[in-house]
């Protein structure tokens, strides 16, 4: 294996430049809210127009600024070259069949986009679709695809500089040619195909002013009949009541006409409608929002639901679909102590039970009879099993924070499993290791953490270490390969997982643990993990780094604020900052399950006031080395979250340690970035990260 050892130097210029850090100047102008008698100045309200001349014109000023220090580490370059070195390998996703062919996606090694594929039986794969041919500088993805049952007809989303609103496009699958009117305007969307005849589709009203920020909270499911056009679209649900997420899916068989509504991120009602009935009405199944629960698979009548109704770590259960009120619901595979999620293929149910943060997977007869427990070679994360019900042979991934994606052919009837597809990659797991250790938070709620590490490295507390987290939503971190973390690894770097509260790792009890007013668990969970790896000498203060994205934004800000000696690096990515105002934004108040909002009370305000980054940052403290991370075509968690808290970092903060922002042009949340600005980007971290932690 070919490692290139990064020098860990001083720059050949003085630290004492960064003594009297003179920022770019950021101006006040401030605005006073009143919440339940309380006021709150926020001089950099101007920063959420961004459609304005002068937020761009600070986004110019500060990427100059934040770039003239990153172009001064040498270590920069060489991390680069090493990602783009290790990331140069062939990739190919798992194949799934449509009509006559096999699709995959693949990535030959540095491009941009995914390209997808496809081959009938033995003849020469070709390519089906090529995203890198969308744009020249790669920012537009292909963002979801949807055949007709028969394969013929394909709808397919783009996105264009990672934005979640997304346009469709339906061709023919033969010949590739577009078929109908381009779709615009969609976000948040599935796409369900009515036989050939049209599909299904979820959307908002268009933004009046700014596409970037406008609240978008009214969602809807429509119905497009191929060959009409868009403005004739039918408003199928959601006209009369007020949902914020709507979708819409017609069942494999084209029988039902399946309708989840949420108001928030957690919790749905669930609705069917009989296609083959007409003038049939809307069913509807369960009714208050406090649980979630999805249609799996129905044979005729028989419907299967995923559900956590009366079961906080979800089971599945049967009912006839003329009498689907969960009263009427029958166990097929009962809650157990672990968290159940099912897929199906080949005839049968394959339940993924996520123990500890790794996979263990069963295989199921449709009436919940138990064929086998399928074994692994290690412990990991395990996706797949999923294909039609002809399909006797499937496709499952296998994967760890240390061991890359590999693909498996699996027979149905045999429980047999061959390799289908490894990657021939620049590196050998077996030099490291990952070790898993359960720490006691604040409260003493066991909190597991997963560490890795190059074999040999001592453990003397002086350790350049990334903590990561999230913890929120009801997301599991699972564990997976990134070629980022692997080259921060062959550095001799540890990179350490902990699976917080407020996640999904332990069903919704573990989840709801962490919401509202009780979302201090989380950061205390965080602020417990570094204290573990300090503790057990994995690395000590001086040397440690914390990151996290969206949510986990959220989290490093949350943490660095609370206690910002105990961090010597702060990476908040995409953060939800400003508490008191996320969802007044796009989708934001669609979050409020889990973090309650300002409006509500005031016991809500007062807590949220009293965690929110942005208003947290206080004059005369030395915060952490912080790199602010966001994008500039970010409408999912605006960038002006990002803007405000790195505003009042540069305005208040003391000491060496800077605060810089990093605003990527032509790009959203994360989705669909391109290759290329993944590599740059994790170059510029890893680069800041060293550059502080041994300056």
Not at 162 to 188: A, C, M, Y
Not at 342 to 366: C, E, M
Not at 450 to 461: E, F, N, Q, V, W
Not at 580 to 596: K, P
Request: aromatic share 14%; net charge positive.
């Amino acid at each position: 294996m070919k490692t290139i050892i990064i020098p860990f130097i001083f720059l050949l210029y003085s630290i004492n430049t960064y003594c009297q850090i003179q920022y770019p100047k950021t101006e006040k102008k401030i605005v006073t809210d009143i919440y339940f008698n309380t006021k709150i100045e926020d001089p950099y309200r101007w920063m959420e127009n961004d459609t304005s001349t002068q937020i761009k014109e600070w986004n110019k000023t500060q990427n100059q600024f934040t770039f003239s220090y990153l172009d001064k580490i040498p270590e920069r370059k060489i991390i680069k070259k090493r990602l783009e070195e290790l990331w140069n390998y062939e990739k190919i996703g798992t194949p799934f069949k449509e009509g006559e062919y096999i699709y995959f996606y693949k990535n030959n090694g540095l491009q941009d986009q995914y390209v997808l594929y496809r081959k009938k039986d033995k003849e020469k794969e070709e390519v089906f679709i090529d995203p890198n041919k969308f744009s020249e500088d790669g920012t537009i993805s292909l963002a979801g695809i949807s055949f007709s049952k028969d394969g013929s007809l394909l709808a397919y989303s783009i996105s264009e500089g990672g934005s979640d609103w997304r346009k469709v496009i339906v061709i023919d699958t033969e010949n590739k040619k577009i078929i109908g009117d381009t779709l615009f305007n969609i976000k948040f969307s599935g796409i369900s195909w009515d036989g050939n005849e049209g599909f299904y589709y979820s959307t908002y009203d268009a933004p009046e002013k700014s596409v970037l920020s406008d609240k978008t909270d009214r969602h809807k499911l429509f119905y497009h009949k191929l060959y009409t056009s868009q403005k004739n679209d039918k408003v199928i649900f959601g006209h009369k009541e007020k949902f914020r997420y709507v979708n819409g899916y017609i069942t494999k068989d084209q029988k039902y006409l399946v309708i989840s509504a949420s108001k928030t991120t957690s919790g749905n009602n669930l609705f069917i409608k009989d296609l083959t009935k007409k003038n049939a009405k809307l069913i509807q199944i369960t009714n208050d929002f406090k649980s979630s629960s999805y249609i799996v698979h129905n044979i005729d009548n028989k419907l299967y639901i995923s559900t956590n109704l009366d079961a906080p770590n979800k089971k599945l259960v049967y009912v006839d679909a003329n009498q689907p009120n969960s009263e009427n619901w029958a166990d097929c595979i009962p809650e157990t102590k672990n968290v159940l999620n099912i897929t199906k293929g080949g005839g049968y149910f394959f339940a993924n039970y996520f123990i500890d943060a790794n996979s263990k997977i069963i295989q199921y007869n449709y009436d919940g009879k138990k064929i086998r427990e399928i074994k692994f070679n290690g412990k990991g994360n395990v996706s797949g099993f999923s294909g039609k019900e002809d399909q006797k042979e499937i496709f499952y991934n296998f994967s760890n924070y240390i061991t890359p994606r590999s693909s498996f052919k699996y027979n149905v009837e045999t429980g047999k499993s061959v390799s289908y597809w490894s990657p021939d990659i620049d590196f050998n797991s077996q030099e490291f290791i990952t070790e898993q250790y359960f720490f006691n938070s604040k409260d003493g709620t066991k909190i597991p953490i997963s560490i890795m590490y190059k074999k040999g490295i001592k453990l003397d507390g002086k350790n350049p270490t990334i903590l990561y987290g999230y913890g929120g939503f009801n997301i599991s971190l699972k564990p997976g390969f990134k070629v980022t973390n692997a080259v921060w690894l062959e550095q001799g770097g540890i990179y350490a997982v902990a699976n917080l509260r407020g996640g999904g790792e332990y069903g919704k009890e573990w989840h709801d643990a962490g919401t509202k007013t009780k979302k201090q668990n989380v950061f205390d969970d965080f602020i417990s993990a570094a204290e573990f790896l300090i503790d057990n000498k994995y690395t000590n203060s001086k040397y440690l780094a914390i990151s996290g994205r969206s949510n986990g934004g959220l989290l490093v800000g949350a943490c660095m604020t609370q206690r910002p000696e105990l961090f010597k690096v702060a990476l908040p990515a995409v953060g939800v900052l400003d508490m008191l105002r996320y969802h007044t934004f796009t989708s934001g108040a669609g979050w409020a399950y889990d973090y309650g909002t300002s409006d509500e009370n005031e016991e809500m305000f007062q807590y949220l006031y009293g965690y929110s980054p942005v208003h947290n940052v206080k004059k005369g403290i030395e915060y952490p080395a912080t790199l602010v991370l966001t994008g500039d075509h970010d409408d999912r968690v605006v960038p002006a979250h990002s803007f405000k808290f790195a505003a009042h970092l540069q305005d208040k903060q003391i000491g060496l340690n800077p605060t810089l922002i990093r605003i990527e042009t032509n790009a959203g949340h994360g989705s669909g970035t391109p290759v290329s600005k993944k590599i740059e980007e994790a170059a510029d971290v890893m680069g800041f990260i060293l550059f502080n932690i041994r300056n």
